[in-house]
Protein backbone atom coordinates (compact mmCIF):
# COMPACT_ATOMS: atom_id res chain seq x y z
CA UNK A 1 0.00 0.00 0.00
CA UNK A 2 1.75 3.45 -1.24
CA UNK A 3 2.37 5.18 2.03
CA UNK A 4 1.14 9.32 2.64
CA UNK A 5 3.47 11.84 1.57
CA UNK A 6 5.54 13.08 4.39
CA UNK A 7 4.89 16.89 3.96
CA UNK A 8 0.75 16.00 4.10
CA UNK A 9 1.65 13.60 6.85
CA UNK A 10 3.85 16.51 8.65
CA UNK A 11 0.99 19.52 7.80
CA UNK A 12 -1.56 16.88 9.85
CA UNK A 13 0.78 16.16 13.03
CA UNK A 14 2.03 19.70 13.35
CA UNK A 15 -0.58 21.85 12.48
CA UNK A 16 -3.80 19.54 12.11
CA UNK A 17 -4.33 20.28 8.31
CA UNK A 18 -5.79 17.99 6.49
CA UNK A 19 -6.45 17.64 2.42
CA UNK A 20 -8.84 19.38 0.12
CA UNK A 21 -10.66 16.52 0.58
CA UNK A 22 -11.47 16.94 4.34
CA UNK A 23 -9.18 13.63 5.25
CA UNK A 24 -5.31 12.31 5.34
CA UNK A 25 -6.06 9.96 2.41
CA UNK A 26 -3.75 8.76 -0.48
CA UNK A 27 -3.63 10.94 -3.80
CA UNK A 28 -4.58 8.21 -5.89
CA UNK A 29 -7.67 5.75 -5.21
CA UNK A 30 -7.14 1.80 -4.52
CA UNK A 31 -8.85 -0.68 -6.69
CA UNK A 32 -10.54 -2.11 -4.22
CA UNK A 33 -12.86 1.34 -3.25
CA UNK A 34 -14.01 1.42 -7.09
CA UNK A 35 -14.98 -1.93 -6.95
CA UNK A 36 -16.68 -2.41 -3.76
CA UNK A 37 -19.83 0.03 -2.45
CA UNK A 38 -18.41 2.60 -0.39
CA UNK A 39 -21.06 3.67 3.20
CA UNK A 40 -22.16 7.00 2.47
CA UNK A 41 -19.68 8.33 4.76
CA UNK A 42 -16.82 7.41 3.18
CA UNK A 43 -17.46 8.93 -0.11
CA UNK A 44 -15.99 12.06 0.49
CA UNK A 45 -12.48 10.45 1.46
CA UNK A 46 -11.87 7.60 -0.95
CA UNK A 47 -13.26 9.29 -4.41
CA UNK A 48 -11.57 12.50 -4.99
CA UNK A 49 -13.31 12.81 -8.08
CA UNK A 50 -16.77 12.57 -6.89
CA UNK A 51 -18.92 15.90 -5.90
CA UNK A 52 -19.38 15.81 -1.72
CA UNK A 53 -22.77 15.13 -0.39
CA UNK A 54 -24.63 18.73 -0.25
CA UNK A 55 -25.19 17.90 3.08
CA UNK A 56 -21.92 16.62 4.01
CA UNK A 57 -19.48 19.64 3.53
CA UNK A 58 -22.02 22.56 2.68
CA UNK A 59 -22.64 23.34 6.58
CA UNK A 60 -20.38 21.23 8.92
CA UNK A 61 -17.27 22.47 9.22
CA UNK A 62 -14.27 20.00 8.98
CA UNK A 63 -12.61 19.09 12.31
CA UNK A 64 -9.23 18.21 12.39
CA UNK A 65 -9.20 14.67 14.54
CA UNK A 66 -6.38 16.11 17.26
CA UNK A 67 -8.53 18.77 18.06
CA UNK A 68 -11.63 16.29 18.10
CA UNK A 69 -9.39 14.39 20.85
CA UNK A 70 -8.78 17.22 22.63
CA UNK A 71 -12.54 18.13 22.86
CA UNK A 72 -13.83 14.54 23.71
CA UNK A 73 -11.03 14.77 26.84
CA UNK A 74 -12.36 18.04 27.76
CA UNK A 75 -15.98 17.09 27.89
CA UNK A 76 -14.81 14.33 29.47
CA UNK A 77 -12.99 16.23 32.05
CA UNK A 78 -16.35 18.84 32.27
CA UNK A 79 -18.78 15.44 32.78
CA UNK A 80 -16.24 14.15 35.83
CA UNK A 81 -16.45 17.76 37.62
CA UNK A 82 -20.11 17.77 36.97
CA UNK A 83 -20.48 14.68 38.11
CA UNK A 84 -18.37 14.91 41.61
CA UNK A 85 -20.88 18.27 42.39
CA UNK A 86 -24.07 16.44 41.70
CA UNK A 87 -22.31 13.16 43.82
CA UNK A 88 -21.46 15.86 46.71
CA UNK A 89 -25.10 14.82 48.36
CA UNK A 90 -24.47 11.17 48.30
CA UNK A 91 -25.60 10.81 51.81
CA UNK A 92 -29.15 10.36 51.35
CA UNK A 93 -31.49 8.74 48.62
CA UNK A 94 -34.53 10.45 48.59
CA UNK A 95 -37.86 8.33 50.09
CA UNK A 96 -34.93 5.96 51.45
CA UNK A 97 -34.01 5.59 55.31
CA UNK A 98 -30.59 4.20 55.99
CA UNK A 99 -29.29 2.81 58.92
CA UNK A 100 -25.91 1.57 59.82
CA UNK A 101 -24.67 -0.08 62.66
CA UNK A 102 -20.51 -0.73 63.03
CA UNK A 103 -18.18 -3.78 64.64
CA UNK A 104 -15.01 -2.52 65.15
CA UNK A 105 -12.07 -4.75 66.07
CA UNK A 106 -9.46 -2.58 67.43
CA UNK A 107 -6.00 -4.67 69.03
CA UNK A 108 -4.85 -3.84 72.69
CA UNK A 109 -1.59 -2.04 73.49
CA UNK A 110 -0.36 -4.94 75.59
CA UNK A 111 2.61 -7.07 75.72
CA UNK A 112 1.06 -10.77 76.24
CA UNK A 113 -1.38 -12.05 74.55
CA UNK A 114 -4.75 -12.76 75.55
CA UNK A 115 -4.90 -16.34 76.60
CA UNK A 116 -1.41 -17.18 76.83
CA UNK A 117 2.33 -15.92 77.91
CA UNK A 118 3.48 -15.47 74.57
CA UNK A 119 4.45 -11.17 73.71
CA UNK A 120 2.40 -9.85 71.11
CA UNK A 121 4.56 -8.89 67.61
CA UNK A 122 3.41 -7.18 64.61
CA UNK A 123 6.69 -6.92 62.45
CA UNK A 124 8.86 -10.00 63.88
CA UNK A 125 9.37 -13.28 62.22
CA UNK A 126 6.37 -15.00 61.41
CA UNK A 127 5.30 -17.69 64.00
CA UNK A 128 7.92 -16.63 66.36
CA UNK A 129 5.72 -15.33 69.06
CA UNK A 130 3.18 -19.01 69.56
CA UNK A 131 2.73 -20.54 72.25
CA UNK A 132 1.08 -24.11 73.03
CA UNK A 133 -2.56 -23.01 73.63
CA UNK A 134 -2.16 -20.19 70.39
CA UNK A 135 -2.25 -23.86 67.72
CA UNK A 136 -4.72 -25.50 70.41
CA UNK A 137 -2.47 -28.13 71.02
CA UNK A 138 -3.90 -31.22 73.00
CA UNK A 139 -3.54 -30.12 76.78
CA UNK A 140 -2.81 -26.96 76.33
CA UNK A 141 -5.25 -24.59 78.70
CA UNK A 142 -6.24 -20.57 78.13
CA UNK A 143 -4.64 -18.77 80.98
CA UNK A 144 -6.27 -14.91 81.31
CA UNK A 145 -3.37 -12.43 81.33
CA UNK A 146 -5.15 -9.68 83.88
CA UNK A 147 -2.79 -7.11 82.10
CA UNK A 148 -4.59 -7.14 78.69
CA UNK A 149 -7.46 -5.71 81.46
CA UNK A 150 -6.35 -2.30 81.17
CA UNK A 151 -5.91 -0.93 77.95
CA UNK A 152 -9.52 -2.26 77.38
CA UNK A 153 -11.24 -0.90 80.36
CA UNK A 154 -9.42 2.35 79.33
CA UNK A 155 -11.01 2.06 75.80
CA UNK A 156 -14.20 1.65 77.13
CA UNK A 157 -13.67 4.67 79.65
CA UNK A 158 -13.04 6.66 76.71
CA UNK A 159 -16.72 5.74 75.27
CA UNK A 160 -18.58 6.33 78.32
CA UNK A 161 -19.40 2.83 78.71
CA UNK A 162 -20.49 1.49 82.39
CA UNK A 163 -17.80 -1.11 83.85
CA UNK A 164 -19.44 -4.14 84.92
CA UNK A 165 -18.08 -6.23 87.48
CA UNK A 166 -18.47 -9.39 86.63
CA UNK A 167 -17.50 -10.68 82.65
CA UNK A 168 -17.46 -14.08 81.16
CA UNK A 169 -15.65 -15.49 78.50
CA UNK A 170 -17.62 -17.75 75.60
CA UNK A 171 -16.74 -19.87 72.97
CA UNK A 172 -17.77 -18.74 69.40
CA UNK A 173 -17.93 -21.97 67.31
CA UNK A 174 -16.67 -21.91 63.36
CA UNK A 175 -14.23 -23.50 61.59
CA UNK A 176 -11.57 -21.83 59.55
CA UNK A 177 -7.87 -22.06 58.94
CA UNK A 178 -7.19 -18.80 60.78
CA UNK A 179 -8.76 -20.60 64.25
CA UNK A 180 -6.76 -23.39 65.20
CA UNK A 181 -9.15 -24.58 68.04
CA UNK A 182 -12.28 -24.39 65.73
CA UNK A 183 -13.76 -21.35 68.16
CA UNK A 184 -12.83 -17.98 69.27
CA UNK A 185 -13.02 -17.13 72.70
CA UNK A 186 -14.97 -13.76 73.03
CA UNK A 187 -17.66 -12.05 75.67
CA UNK A 188 -20.90 -12.63 74.11
CA UNK A 189 -23.39 -12.97 76.92
CA UNK A 190 -21.23 -10.84 79.72
CA UNK A 191 -19.32 -8.12 78.17
CA UNK A 192 -17.41 -6.23 80.64
CA UNK A 193 -18.64 -2.57 79.26
CA UNK A 194 -22.01 -1.58 78.47
CA UNK A 195 -24.16 1.15 77.41
CA UNK A 196 -21.71 3.87 76.20
CA UNK A 197 -22.30 6.73 73.80
CA UNK A 198 -19.65 8.79 71.71
CA UNK A 199 -20.93 12.59 70.35
CA UNK A 200 -19.46 13.53 66.84
CA UNK A 201 -19.91 17.12 65.53
CA UNK A 202 -19.08 18.94 62.00
CA UNK A 203 -15.37 19.40 62.81
CA UNK A 204 -15.53 15.42 63.06
CA UNK A 205 -16.56 14.88 59.66
CA UNK A 206 -20.39 14.43 59.66
CA UNK A 207 -22.93 14.18 57.03
CA UNK A 208 -24.01 18.05 57.05
CA UNK A 209 -28.00 15.85 57.49
CA UNK A 210 -26.80 15.33 61.04
CA UNK A 211 -26.72 19.21 62.01
CA UNK A 212 -24.70 20.37 64.86
CA UNK A 213 -24.22 16.95 66.91
CA UNK A 214 -25.26 13.54 66.70
CA UNK A 215 -25.02 10.74 69.49
CA UNK A 216 -24.46 7.01 68.61
CA UNK A 217 -25.03 4.57 71.36
CA UNK A 218 -22.75 1.50 71.98
CA UNK A 219 -24.32 -1.23 72.24
CA UNK A 220 -21.14 -3.19 74.15
CA UNK A 221 -17.78 -3.32 74.22
CA UNK A 222 -15.94 -6.85 74.79
CA UNK A 223 -12.37 -8.95 74.93
CA UNK A 224 -11.60 -11.37 72.44
CA UNK A 225 -8.60 -13.23 70.56
CA UNK A 226 -7.33 -12.43 66.63
CA UNK A 227 -6.69 -14.80 64.45
CA UNK A 228 -3.94 -15.67 62.54
CA UNK A 229 -2.71 -13.81 59.81
CA UNK A 230 -2.90 -15.41 55.92
CA UNK A 231 -1.14 -14.38 53.10
CA UNK A 232 -2.39 -15.12 49.75
CA UNK A 233 0.63 -16.46 47.56
CA UNK A 234 0.06 -17.58 43.68
CA UNK A 235 -1.18 -20.97 42.59
CA UNK A 236 -4.22 -20.48 45.70
CA UNK A 237 -1.62 -21.03 48.08
CA UNK A 238 -2.00 -19.15 51.64
CA UNK A 239 0.48 -18.26 54.43
CA UNK A 240 -0.21 -17.88 58.00
CA UNK A 241 1.20 -16.29 60.42
CA UNK A 242 0.07 -17.57 63.99
CA UNK A 243 1.80 -14.56 65.85
CA UNK A 244 -1.51 -13.14 65.53
CA UNK A 245 -3.08 -15.45 67.13
CA UNK A 246 -4.57 -14.75 70.57
CA UNK A 247 -3.50 -11.30 70.29
CA UNK A 248 -6.39 -9.50 72.40
CA UNK A 249 -9.06 -7.48 71.08
CA UNK A 250 -11.53 -4.89 71.80
CA UNK A 251 -14.86 -5.09 69.73
CA UNK A 252 -17.04 -1.90 69.86
CA UNK A 253 -20.81 -2.62 69.30
CA UNK A 254 -22.38 0.39 68.21
CA UNK A 255 -26.34 1.05 67.96
CA UNK A 256 -28.01 0.88 64.66
CA UNK A 257 -28.73 4.79 64.95
CA UNK A 258 -25.98 5.91 62.19
CA UNK A 259 -28.21 7.04 59.06
CA UNK A 260 -25.66 8.92 56.87
CA UNK A 261 -22.48 7.06 55.07
CA UNK A 262 -20.13 10.01 55.87
CA UNK A 263 -21.39 10.01 60.00
CA UNK A 264 -20.12 6.22 60.10
CA UNK A 265 -16.60 7.10 58.67
CA UNK A 266 -16.52 9.82 61.35
CA UNK A 267 -17.60 7.36 63.87
CA UNK A 268 -14.71 5.04 63.25
CA UNK A 269 -12.01 8.16 62.74
CA UNK A 270 -13.79 9.72 66.43
CA UNK A 271 -13.05 6.02 67.66
CA UNK A 272 -9.99 5.43 66.71
CA UNK A 273 -8.68 9.24 67.94
CA UNK A 274 -10.08 8.30 71.38
CA UNK A 275 -8.20 4.98 71.74
CA UNK A 276 -5.40 6.18 70.65
CA UNK A 277 -5.16 9.06 73.04
CA UNK A 278 -5.65 6.92 76.10
CA UNK A 279 -3.23 4.83 74.83
CA UNK A 280 -5.85 1.46 74.36
CA UNK A 281 -4.60 0.87 70.44
CA UNK A 282 -1.48 0.10 68.89
CA UNK A 283 -2.20 1.39 65.65
CA UNK A 284 -5.21 2.51 63.35
CA UNK A 285 -6.56 1.51 60.08
CA UNK A 286 -3.25 2.20 58.06
CA UNK A 287 -1.58 0.02 59.90
CA UNK A 288 -3.91 -2.90 60.63
CA UNK A 289 -4.35 -2.50 64.30
CA UNK A 290 -8.34 -1.50 63.67
CA UNK A 291 -10.59 -3.13 61.51
CA UNK A 292 -14.32 -2.29 60.64
CA UNK A 293 -17.31 -4.48 59.81
CA UNK A 294 -20.27 -2.04 58.87
CA UNK A 295 -24.31 -3.88 59.27
CA UNK A 296 -25.89 -1.56 56.33
CA UNK A 297 -30.16 -2.23 55.58
CA UNK A 298 -32.32 0.52 53.81
CA UNK A 299 -36.29 1.13 54.37
CA UNK A 300 -38.70 3.45 52.62
CA UNK A 301 -38.88 6.74 54.99
CA UNK A 302 -42.98 7.44 54.39
CA UNK A 303 -43.44 4.96 57.55
CA UNK A 304 -41.05 5.99 59.73
CA UNK A 305 -43.23 2.87 62.32
CA UNK A 306 -42.06 0.17 60.34
CA UNK A 307 -39.02 -2.42 60.95
CA UNK A 308 -35.50 -2.12 60.03
CA UNK A 309 -34.90 -3.72 56.48
CA UNK A 310 -32.73 -6.84 56.43
CA UNK A 311 -29.12 -6.32 56.93
CA UNK A 312 -26.25 -7.34 55.34
CA UNK A 313 -22.72 -7.26 57.03
CA UNK A 314 -19.64 -5.68 55.10
CA UNK A 315 -16.68 -7.17 56.39
CA UNK A 316 -13.04 -5.88 57.32
CA UNK A 317 -13.04 -2.23 55.80
CA UNK A 318 -9.11 -0.95 56.32
CA UNK A 319 -9.86 2.48 55.98
CA UNK A 320 -12.33 5.42 56.49
CA UNK A 321 -13.13 5.79 53.09
CA UNK A 322 -13.46 2.31 52.53
CA UNK A 323 -16.34 2.39 54.94
CA UNK A 324 -18.16 5.29 53.67
CA UNK A 325 -17.72 3.89 50.13
CA UNK A 326 -19.03 0.71 50.48
CA UNK A 327 -22.06 1.50 52.88
CA UNK A 328 -23.09 4.19 49.81
CA UNK A 329 -22.44 1.10 47.23
CA UNK A 330 -24.26 -1.43 49.35
CA UNK A 331 -27.07 1.12 50.18
CA UNK A 332 -27.51 1.79 46.45
CA UNK A 333 -27.74 -2.22 45.58
CA UNK A 334 -30.41 -3.14 48.28
CA UNK A 335 -32.18 -0.05 47.06
CA UNK A 336 -32.23 -0.82 43.42
CA UNK A 337 -32.89 -4.40 44.36
CA UNK A 338 -35.91 -3.71 46.62
CA UNK A 339 -37.28 -0.77 43.84
CA UNK A 340 -37.43 -4.01 41.09
CA UNK A 341 -39.13 -6.37 43.68
CA UNK A 342 -36.20 -8.28 44.91
CA UNK A 343 -35.50 -9.25 48.32
CA UNK A 344 -32.61 -8.66 50.37
CA UNK A 345 -30.72 -11.55 51.37
CA UNK A 346 -29.27 -11.78 54.89
CA UNK A 347 -25.57 -12.11 53.92
CA UNK A 348 -21.94 -10.92 54.52
CA UNK A 349 -20.61 -9.47 51.67
CA UNK A 350 -16.74 -8.06 50.60
CA UNK A 351 -15.44 -5.19 49.53
CA UNK A 352 -12.16 -3.92 47.65
CA UNK A 353 -10.63 -0.67 47.24
CA UNK A 354 -11.38 0.81 44.55
CA UNK A 355 -14.63 -1.14 43.53
CA UNK A 356 -17.81 0.59 43.02
CA UNK A 357 -19.90 -2.45 44.15
CA UNK A 358 -19.90 -5.07 46.83
CA UNK A 359 -19.46 -8.27 46.10
CA UNK A 360 -21.26 -11.75 48.18
CA UNK A 361 -18.61 -13.85 50.66
CA UNK A 362 -21.36 -16.07 52.40
CA UNK A 363 -24.62 -16.32 53.82
CA UNK A 364 -25.28 -14.42 56.98
CA UNK A 365 -24.47 -16.43 60.22
CA UNK A 366 -26.50 -16.56 63.27
CA UNK A 367 -26.26 -17.09 66.72
CA UNK A 368 -27.28 -20.92 66.38
CA UNK A 369 -24.78 -20.83 63.54
CA UNK A 370 -21.93 -20.16 65.74
CA UNK A 371 -23.17 -22.37 68.76
CA UNK A 372 -22.27 -19.92 71.83
CA UNK A 373 -21.54 -21.59 74.80
CA UNK A 374 -19.74 -20.70 77.67
CA UNK A 375 -15.85 -21.23 77.93
CA UNK A 376 -15.52 -24.09 81.01
CA UNK A 377 -12.12 -23.61 81.24
CA UNK A 378 -11.58 -20.10 82.03
CA UNK A 379 -13.28 -17.97 85.53
CA UNK A 380 -15.37 -15.27 85.51
CA UNK A 381 -13.23 -11.56 85.46
CA UNK A 382 -13.96 -9.72 88.43
CA UNK A 383 -13.16 -5.68 87.96
CA UNK A 384 -12.74 -3.99 91.41
CA UNK A 385 -14.23 -0.67 91.68
CA UNK A 386 -10.99 1.14 92.69
CA UNK A 387 -9.63 -0.26 89.12
CA UNK A 388 -12.18 1.89 87.84
CA UNK A 389 -11.20 4.85 89.94
CA UNK A 390 -7.97 4.94 88.87
CA UNK A 391 -7.93 4.56 85.44
CA UNK A 392 -10.79 7.43 85.23
CA UNK A 393 -8.42 9.31 86.99
CA UNK A 394 -5.32 9.33 84.63
CA UNK A 395 -7.05 9.17 81.59
CA UNK A 396 -5.79 12.70 80.83
CA UNK A 397 -7.18 15.01 77.97
CA UNK A 398 -9.52 13.57 75.63
CA UNK A 399 -9.55 14.44 72.07
CA UNK A 400 -12.88 16.77 72.48
CA UNK A 401 -11.54 18.76 74.80
CA UNK A 402 -8.16 18.78 73.52
CA UNK A 403 -9.94 20.23 70.38
CA UNK A 404 -12.05 23.13 71.97
CA UNK A 405 -8.94 23.88 73.98
CA UNK A 406 -7.14 24.44 70.56
CA UNK A 407 -9.74 26.11 69.17
CA UNK A 408 -10.67 28.62 72.28
CA UNK A 409 -7.27 29.37 73.88
CA UNK A 410 -5.36 28.99 70.53
CA UNK A 411 -7.47 30.44 67.93
CA UNK A 412 -7.15 27.58 66.02
CA UNK A 413 -9.64 26.54 63.11
CA UNK A 414 -11.61 23.62 64.04
CA UNK A 415 -10.10 21.54 61.11
CA UNK A 416 -7.11 22.19 61.84
CA UNK A 417 -6.88 21.58 65.24
CA UNK A 418 -8.37 18.16 63.94
CA UNK A 419 -5.94 17.50 61.33
CA UNK A 420 -3.07 18.67 64.21
CA UNK A 421 -4.61 15.69 66.38
CA UNK A 422 -4.59 12.97 63.92
CA UNK A 423 -2.03 13.82 61.91
CA UNK A 424 0.80 11.00 62.13
CA UNK A 425 -0.82 8.75 64.90
CA UNK A 426 -1.08 11.83 67.51
CA UNK A 427 2.56 12.61 67.14
CA UNK A 428 2.56 15.74 65.53
CA UNK A 429 0.12 17.38 67.82
CA UNK A 430 2.98 16.39 70.70
CA UNK A 431 5.54 18.05 68.11
CA UNK A 432 3.33 21.21 67.98
CA UNK A 433 3.80 21.41 72.06
CA UNK A 434 7.62 21.50 71.56
CA UNK A 435 7.92 24.16 69.26
CA UNK A 436 5.22 25.96 71.00
CA UNK A 437 6.95 25.56 74.56
CA UNK A 438 10.74 26.49 73.14
CA UNK A 439 9.29 29.25 70.77
CA UNK A 440 7.76 31.00 74.00
CA UNK A 441 10.38 30.76 76.31
CA UNK A 442 12.45 32.21 73.18
CA UNK A 443 10.06 34.99 73.06
CA UNK A 444 10.45 35.61 77.05
CA UNK A 445 13.95 35.29 77.26
CA UNK A 446 14.79 37.89 74.00
CA UNK A 447 15.00 41.14 76.25
CA UNK A 448 16.40 43.23 73.00
CA UNK A 449 13.06 43.15 71.13
CA UNK A 450 10.64 43.15 73.91
CA UNK A 451 7.29 44.75 72.68
CA UNK A 452 8.46 44.55 68.70
CA UNK A 453 5.81 44.46 66.60
CA UNK A 454 4.11 41.09 65.99
CA UNK A 455 4.29 40.75 62.46
CA UNK A 456 3.97 37.02 61.88
CA UNK A 457 0.50 36.07 64.20
CA UNK A 458 0.83 34.68 67.89
CA UNK A 459 3.17 32.13 68.61
CA UNK A 460 0.01 29.47 69.15
CA UNK A 461 -0.49 30.04 65.07
CA UNK A 462 2.40 30.35 64.32
CA UNK A 463 3.53 27.09 65.29
CA UNK A 464 0.38 25.87 64.67
CA UNK A 465 0.72 26.83 60.43
CA UNK A 466 4.17 25.62 60.29
CA UNK A 467 3.60 21.99 62.62
CA UNK A 468 0.65 21.67 60.20
CA UNK A 469 1.09 22.88 56.59
CA UNK A 470 4.85 23.57 56.10
CA UNK A 471 6.08 20.56 57.23
CA UNK A 472 2.91 19.00 55.07
CA UNK A 473 4.56 19.79 52.46
CA UNK A 474 7.95 18.31 53.07
CA UNK A 475 6.54 15.14 53.82
CA UNK A 476 4.13 15.44 50.27
CA UNK A 477 7.26 16.35 48.11
CA UNK A 478 9.68 14.57 49.81
CA UNK A 479 10.56 11.47 52.12
CA UNK A 480 8.89 10.71 55.26
CA UNK A 481 9.09 13.04 58.15
CA UNK A 482 10.11 10.21 60.09
CA UNK A 483 8.24 11.49 63.36
CA UNK A 484 8.39 9.43 66.39
CA UNK A 485 5.36 8.62 68.96
CA UNK A 486 7.64 11.41 71.39
CA UNK A 487 6.97 14.19 68.85
CA UNK A 488 10.46 14.50 67.16
CA UNK A 489 11.45 14.27 63.50
CA UNK A 490 14.24 14.92 60.75
CA UNK A 491 13.41 18.57 61.55
CA UNK A 492 14.40 19.04 65.61
CA UNK A 493 11.39 20.38 67.57
CA UNK A 494 14.60 23.25 68.92
CA UNK A 495 15.88 23.70 65.04
CA UNK A 496 11.53 24.87 64.05
CA UNK A 497 11.10 26.61 67.36
CA UNK A 498 14.52 28.65 66.58
CA UNK A 499 13.32 29.71 63.00
CA UNK A 500 9.70 30.84 64.32
CA UNK A 501 11.60 33.03 66.65
CA UNK A 502 13.42 34.78 64.04
CA UNK A 503 10.03 34.98 61.97
CA UNK A 504 8.20 36.26 64.83
CA UNK A 505 10.75 38.94 65.40
CA UNK A 506 10.90 39.93 62.05
CA UNK A 507 14.32 38.86 61.79
CA UNK A 508 14.22 36.65 59.19
CA UNK A 509 11.68 36.83 55.72
CA UNK A 510 8.97 34.01 55.53
CA UNK A 511 11.01 33.15 52.13
CA UNK A 512 14.25 32.37 53.85
CA UNK A 513 12.38 30.76 57.13
CA UNK A 514 11.16 28.06 54.37
CA UNK A 515 14.02 27.54 51.99
CA UNK A 516 16.00 26.54 56.22
CA UNK A 517 13.08 24.03 56.66
CA UNK A 518 14.52 22.75 53.75
CA UNK A 519 17.81 22.88 54.41
CA UNK A 520 17.52 21.46 58.19
CA UNK A 521 15.02 18.77 56.52
CA UNK A 522 18.05 17.74 54.15
CA UNK A 523 20.60 17.81 57.14
CA UNK A 524 22.76 20.38 55.50
CA UNK A 525 23.08 22.66 58.47
CA UNK A 526 26.51 20.92 58.97
CA UNK A 527 26.24 20.81 62.25
CA UNK A 528 25.81 24.67 62.90
CA UNK A 529 23.17 26.03 64.77
CA UNK A 530 20.36 28.24 62.66
CA UNK A 531 21.37 31.94 64.25
CA UNK A 532 24.76 30.73 63.25
CA UNK A 533 23.87 29.36 60.00
CA UNK A 534 21.89 32.92 59.10
CA UNK A 535 25.01 34.88 60.22
CA UNK A 536 27.44 33.22 57.74
CA UNK A 537 25.10 32.97 54.90
CA UNK A 538 24.11 36.29 55.21
CA UNK A 539 20.37 35.87 55.18
CA UNK A 540 19.34 38.74 58.00
CA UNK A 541 16.69 40.50 56.85
CA UNK A 542 17.78 43.99 57.24
CA UNK A 543 14.31 46.21 56.22
CA UNK A 544 14.43 49.25 54.28
CA UNK A 545 13.84 52.60 55.89
CA UNK A 546 9.93 54.32 55.41
CA UNK A 547 11.75 56.91 53.75
CA UNK A 548 13.30 53.81 50.72
CA UNK A 549 9.93 52.35 50.86
CA UNK A 550 8.37 55.79 50.27
CA UNK A 551 10.91 55.97 47.20
CA UNK A 552 10.29 52.91 45.52
CA UNK A 553 6.05 53.77 46.24
CA UNK A 554 6.58 56.98 44.03
CA UNK A 555 8.10 54.97 41.68
CA UNK A 556 5.39 52.42 41.75
CA UNK A 557 2.77 55.00 40.98
CA UNK A 558 4.59 56.17 38.01
CA UNK A 559 2.16 56.14 35.02
CA UNK A 560 -0.95 54.68 37.27
CA UNK A 561 -3.49 57.38 36.76
CA UNK A 562 -6.27 55.18 36.18
CA UNK A 563 -5.69 52.99 39.44
CA UNK A 564 -5.46 56.05 41.22
CA UNK A 565 -8.76 57.46 40.21
CA UNK A 566 -10.28 54.44 41.81
CA UNK A 567 -9.05 55.47 45.08
CA UNK A 568 -9.95 59.09 44.46
CA UNK A 569 -13.73 57.83 43.91
CA UNK A 570 -13.62 56.16 46.84
CA UNK A 571 -11.85 59.21 48.94
CA UNK A 572 -14.74 61.26 46.83
CA UNK A 573 -17.31 58.74 47.99
CA UNK A 574 -18.66 57.76 44.63
CA UNK A 575 -17.56 54.58 45.84
CA UNK A 576 -17.65 52.64 49.01
CA UNK A 577 -15.70 49.45 48.69
CA UNK A 578 -12.28 49.91 49.07
CA UNK A 579 -9.88 48.83 46.01
CA UNK A 580 -7.94 46.41 48.08
CA UNK A 581 -7.20 44.08 44.45
CA UNK A 582 -5.91 47.95 43.20
CA UNK A 583 -3.60 48.44 46.59
CA UNK A 584 -2.10 44.99 46.29
CA UNK A 585 -1.39 45.51 42.49
CA UNK A 586 0.52 48.64 43.61
CA UNK A 587 2.17 46.79 46.38
CA UNK A 588 3.29 44.05 43.60
CA UNK A 589 4.93 46.47 41.79
CA UNK A 590 6.56 48.08 44.89
CA UNK A 591 8.11 44.52 45.65
CA UNK A 592 9.24 43.61 41.80
CA UNK A 593 11.07 47.46 41.67
CA UNK A 594 13.05 47.27 45.03
CA UNK A 595 15.56 45.08 46.57
CA UNK A 596 12.72 41.83 47.61
CA UNK A 597 15.22 40.50 50.14
CA UNK A 598 14.72 43.84 52.27
CA UNK A 599 11.36 44.27 52.02
CA UNK A 600 8.20 43.32 54.16
CA UNK A 601 4.80 43.08 52.00
CA UNK A 602 3.22 44.18 54.96
CA UNK A 603 5.43 47.30 55.34
CA UNK A 604 4.98 47.71 52.09
CA UNK A 605 1.53 48.10 52.12
CA UNK A 606 1.55 50.45 55.19
CA UNK A 607 3.79 52.90 53.52
CA UNK A 608 1.83 52.42 49.91
CA UNK A 609 -1.64 53.06 51.53
CA UNK A 610 0.05 56.02 53.15
CA UNK A 611 1.34 57.45 50.61
CA UNK A 612 -1.81 56.78 48.80
CA UNK A 613 -3.71 58.75 51.19
CA UNK A 614 -1.34 61.80 50.21
CA UNK A 615 -1.49 61.78 46.58
CA UNK A 616 -5.44 61.15 46.06
Not at 85 to 92: E, G, I, L, R, S
Not at 434 to 447: F, P
Not at 512 to 521: D, M, R
Amino acid sequence: MPRIPTGELARYLLHGNLGRNGCLRLQRTSSWAKKTPTPKLLVRCQHSSAAPPQDATASTPIVPFRKQLRDQAKQAKESGKKKKKNNADNQTVPGWELTVGIEIHAQLNTRRKLFSPATTSFNDTPNSHVALFDLAMPGSQPVFQPATLIPAVRAALALNCDIQRVSRFDRKHYFHWDQPSGYQITQYYEPFARDGQITLRPRDGIAPQDGESIRVGIKQVQMEQDTAKTTAQPGGMHWLDFNRVGVPLVEIITLPEIHHPATAAALVRKIQLLLKAVDACVSGMEAGGLRADVNVSVRRSDDPSAPLGTRTEIKNLSSFKAVEDAIIAERDRQITLLGSGGVVEGETRGWSLGSTETRRLRGKEGEVDYRYMPDPDLGPVIIDDALVRHLEGTMGVLPDAEADELVQSYGMSARDAMALMQQDGGARIEYFYKVLGQLRALIESDTASAGAVDAAGTPELLAANWCLHELGKLAETSSDLEMTPDGECRVPSSDLAEILFHLHQRRITGRIAKELLWVIFRGDLDGKAVSEFLEDEGLWFRELSDEEYLEIADEALEGEEKVLGDFRHVKEGKKKAYPEGKLMFLVGKMMRAGPEERMDPKSAARVMRQRLEEVV
